[in-house]
């Protein structure tokens, strides 16, 4: 699965891009179909729900799966945003 990385109003240093890579890498097990990702880092203005945004999509024939998350570090943010798609892959899978 092609993977794009984009970090928005700030530049994203190699270990989180390699840390998002590592958990994309893990996340393509579970959606075989899967034929690419955007992953979108931004800072936000809010600080009080956390500052750090990711906006994860996965194309798959037919349909896109999207989750976003918001926490006070990007890396928690990108798990909490690919639980969420492992959640609607698994509910894709059931139908």
Known sequence: MKVNIQSVKFDADKRLIEFVENKMD?????AERATGADVILKLDKDHDKGNKVATITIH???????????AKSFEEAVD?????LKRQIEKAKAK
């Not at 893990?26 to 579970?30: C, N, P, Q, S, V």
């Not at 909490?80 to 969420?84: L, R």
Request: charged residues 45%; proline residues 5%.
């Open 26 to 30: 893990k996340l393509d097990r579970f």
């Open 60 to 70: 798959i024939p037919g349909d896109d799966l999207v989750a976003e998350d918001r």
């Open 80 to 84: 909490n945003a690919i639980d969420a």
